[in-house]
């Protein structure tokens, strides 16, 4: 491996590698700047001339005898692949990107090698594999770090954390990201993997389900991305597009994410498997959040077909509304006051609500079938009104 780092490094001495120009913001004072050579896709450029070098063939021979390096190979390429090009993209280009970025160039130090080499030796023959993945967030703040379940937590950015690995990330942050109090949060998902896991978890669907349960639980608009970022034992692994629907942010507030909201936050995340098994309530969750960036007539019909999906049953649009007005009403005036609201033609602001709301408390209550039966019985005098799981404002 020291000698294909070094053909690697007289093969490229002299070559032009490009720069990312990052800056720094300060809360007084002015904005610091940073040139960061982008040493990473410049050896990914190179890698067919590198791949030829007879050095380069030596070191994979080399890592074919270590069965750790098969595994290691196997988890970084993902896709179970353990051959010459696996190893070749999942230890030797990275060893090289990492002993280049250590010397700012391709002017050789024995010093940046070792301290990479020694980095790889550690991860290589770890007992495990710390995947991560990383989502900047819009649209919120908060006072403390949330846990959403799941290995997922959201909390402050810090200063170079993905610039430090990804430094062309720059051109991929939300405008402004870093600088706006609803702008400096991150979603992380972090998994501790088996050595001989393969696959990496799907960050994009599970990131996709934290927006979605932030805004069922603040009424934010609130978004993520647009990209995750991914790493692998603390080495980048790859950036990949989070899902548009958590990318996009709806229109309206940003909001602030109190104790409260996020362990409702949190609840709501673990119960949205339950969308998996259950057509209507997938698709009363997925009509109400395609609501959020519809314009009018379009968004009133969103959120009504919503809300029927989600408790009308036979009845329809009408029985819906009924019921909703019944789980979210606490006296008669107040149910009469929301069912006509949910029944109007164009829904307002206060109607959109009930059903985010109603949204919730299904979701809270687990059994979307029998819900509406109890729901039902309230009608008919037959029973109390279900007790609300938790009361949202």
């Known amino acids: 491996m020291r000698s294909f780092c070094l053909a690697a490094f007289a093969a490229e001495r002299g070559a032009q590698i490009p720069f990312a120009f990052e800056e720094h913001t300060t809360r007084q004072g002015p904005s610091l700047y940073e040139y960061r050579p982008l040493v990473r896709g410049f050896v990914e450029e190179q890698s067919p001339t590198l791949r030829r070098l007879p050095d380069a063939r030596n070191a994979i021979d080399d890592l074919k005898r270590e069965p ?4 290691f190979a196997r988890a970084h390429a993902g896709i179970g692949d353990t051959g010459d090009e696996a190893l070749f993209r999942s230890i030797l280009l990275p060893m090289l990107t990492w002993t280049a970025e250590r010397c700012g160039g391709f002017d050789w130090q024995d010093e940046a090698f070792d301290a990479a080499y020694a980095d790889l030796e550690r991860t290589l023959f770890g007992t495990a594999r710390t995947y991560v993945a990383l989502a900047p967030v819009i649209g919120l703040s908060a006072g403390t770090d949330a846990d959403l379940g799941g290995g997922i937590m959201l909390r402050p950015v810090m200063s170079g954390e993905i610039s430090n690995l990804w430094p062309e990330a720059q051109g991929l942050m939300p405008p402004e990201f870093g600088r706006d109090v609803d702008r400096l949060l991150l979603l992380e998902l972090k998994r501790e993997l088996e050595p001989d896991e393969s696959e990496p978890p799907d960050a994009a669907a599970e990131l996709a389900d934290a927006v979605t349960a932030l805004r069922l639980a603040t009424a934010g608009a609130i978004a993520a991305g647009p990209v995750v970022f991914e790493r692998l034992d603390f080495r980048p692994l790859r950036i990949a597009p989070l899902l548009p629907i958590a990318a996009t942010q709806p229109r309206g507030e940003g909001t602030r994410l109190d104790k409260i909201r996020a362990r409702l936050a949190a609840d709501l995340r673990a119960k949205l498997t339950l969308a998996d098994s259950d057509r ?18 379009f968004r009133s019909a969103q959120v009504r077909e919503s809300l029927t999906c989600l408790l009308g049953g036979d009845g329809g649009a009408w029985a819906a509304a009924m019921r909703a007005a019944v789980l979210l009403g606490d006296k008669n005036r107040e149910r009469s006051e929301m069912l006509d609201a949910l029944r109007a033609e164009r829904l307002g602001s ?6 985010r709301r109603t949204l919730v408390e299904t979701l809270l209550h687990g059994d979307r079938t029998q819900l509406v039966v109890a729901l039902d019985d309230t009608l008919l005098g037959l029973r109390p009104r279900p007790s609300s799981v938790l009361r949202v404002a």
């Not at 750790?68 to 595994?71: F, G, M, Q, S, Y």
């Open 350 to 355: 206060d109607a959109r609500d009930a059903v």
């Open 280 to 297: 209507e309530l997938g698709e009363a969750l997925d009509r109400w959040e395609l609501s959020l960036f519809s314009d009018e007539p």
């Open 68 to 71: 750790a390096a098969a595994i």
